[in-house]
């Protein structure tokens, strides 16, 4: 019985060694990325109607081939291509290829964009993941406010008012300020369509991107706990002649009126209080904008 065993365990340890054999002489190793190598590697994943996998785990040990460049685990395949090859991507989307295992996409890298189907399409694309947003009604302010910026949003609002004047639009903001003509014409905007517009400020709202906070539809007005608020009269400069200068102050005069009698209907607040809250810089945390009437509460949870 015992020279059973024994002939059992030698076949056993045989087969072993045949399988190992037989694995080492086809073009494989294993591979285990490291923090250099991840930054080299590009994945690529499937895409045939079912959500895309991926895995860059370092702790995953995966069978690597040099010819056809997959692994396995799970029972799922992976594949990765090297970013040197990025060139070959209209080569690498051959089905056949892969004996029609499904389309392969390449992932981007560097851009943030999501895989979307668009209607009317059988295939996903990569679109830039602000425009995903837009499509969910979610607009980001995230720089400094100027003409081109704001002109880009003006033309979403009204897209998305006219898809759909029932829904809210959600504009989140994280922004220094900026012209003050390009901020009202937003704010224009959002008074004029028949969507609410809710406000969130993530980060900073200052200036003008705290008017537009303010500016969002009465009760849906928020802030981020750790995120802060300035309000502060309009700047600018003026030069050439005398009276060009004249006509430029009454008119930087005349905006900061503006200013602060449309804080005063968003705020509450007296004209006189905004008059000399605004001389200076005016920096404000989440919760000392909703008492002095900026916003309308602090999203602590998502509930």
């Avoid at 460049?69 to 990025?86: D, T, V």
């Avoid at 425009?131 to 302010?141: A, G, H, M, T, V």
């Avoid at 033309?155 to 004047?165: I, T």
């Avoid at 705290?210 to 502060?232: C, D, E, N, Q, V």
Wanted: hydrophobic share 35%.
């Amino acid at each position: 019985e015992s020279d059973v065993r024994s002939v059992r365990a030698s076949l056993r340890d045989f087969g072993i060694l045949i399988t190992t054999m037989a694995f080492l002489a086809t073009p494989h190793v294993t591979f285990r990325p490291t923090q250099a190598a991840r930054q080299t590697i590009q994945p690529v994943c499937f895409t045939s109607g079912k959500p895309t996998e991926t895995s860059t785990t370092e702790d995953d040990r995966r069978v690597w081939s040099s010819s056809q460049r997959f692994f396995y685990k799970g029972g799922r395949e992976f594949r990765f291509f090297p970013s040197n090859q990025l060139a070959a991507k209209q080569d690498i989307e051959e089905e056949s290829k892969f004996g029609g295992a499904g389309r392969i996409v390449m992932m981007p890298i560097g851009v943030p964009k999501v895989p979307y189907k668009m209607n009317g399409q059988s295939e996903e694309q990569w679109i830039d993941i602000y425009n995903r947003l837009y499509r969910e009604r979610i607009i980001f302010l995230g720089q400094e406010i100027d003409d081109e910026i704001s002109n880009q949003i003006i033309a979403v609002f009204l897209y998305l008012d006219s898809e759909d004047p029932n829904k809210d639009i959600f504009l989140y903001i994280n922004s220094p300020g900026g012209v003050v003509t390009s901020g009202l014409a937003m704010f224009d905007t959002m008074c004029h369509i028949n969507s609410g517009v809710v406000t969130v400020c993530v980060g900073l709202a200052a200036s003008m991107g705290s008017f537009l906070l303010s500016g969002g539809t009465k009760g849906k007005r928020f802030a981020l706990p750790h995120s802060r608020i300035m309000i502060h009269q309009p700047s600018g400069g003026a030069r050439g002649q005398a009276s060009d200068i004249e006509i430029e102050t009454q008119q930087i005069l005349a905006v900061r009126d503006r200013l602060i009698n449309l804080y005063a209907r968003q705020t509450g607040q007296t004209y006189e209080k905004l008059f000399r809250d605004m001389e200076r810089d005016c920096f404000m945390s989440a919760k000392e904008s909703k008492d002095y009437g900026l916003i309308d509460a602090v999203i602590i949870t998502r509930s």
